[in-house]
């Protein structure tokens, strides 16, 4: 990933293709942003939204990277950003009344999660 996304104590978690669709995910991220580990972990656990189940598997990935890479003491990270970006869209058909094809569109999601000190 590109380091300017990153500040020197810094480490992310990037899930790609989720099938799910952005809004969705930010609708939760929106929450967590700003929010220590334990705090964010603690709402994402009770949130009753779908997404949460992606986002808290980024989220300790992103806490896992910065534990084992750089060393740092689970208890005093933050999540710094948070964001989702629209992946490819799958497309497929539903046959509808009198012949016609009807288009469904699938979206999914790049999920990036930025944990710091």
């Known amino acids: 990933m590109s380091k300017t996304l990153l500040q020197e104590n810094e480490t992310m978690a990037v899930a790609r293709y989720v099938r799910m669709g952005p809004n969705k995910v930010r609708r939760v991220l929106r929450q967590i942003t700003g929010k220590s580990y334990s705090e964010a972990l603690l709402l994402l656990e009770f949130l009753p939204?779908?997404?949460?189940?992606?986002?808290?598997?980024?989220?300790?990935?992103?806490?896992?990277?910065?534990?084992?890479?750089?060393?740092y003491d689970t208890t005093k990270l933050v999540v710094k950003k948070a964001f989702a970006d629209q992946g490819p869209v799958m497309k497929?058909?539903?046959?509808?009344?009198?012949?016609?094809?009807?288009?469904?569109?699938?979206?999914?999601?790049?999920?990036?999660?930025?944990?710091g000190s």
């Open 49 to 71: 939204y779908k997404s949460c189940d992606p986002i808290i598997k980024v989220l300790r990935s992103a806490v896992a990277n910065a534990k084992n890479n750089l060393g």
């Open 92 to 115: 497929r058909f539903r046959p509808r009344a009198q012949g016609r094809a009807y288009r469904i569109l699938k979206p999914t999601s790049h999920i990036t999660i930025v944990v």
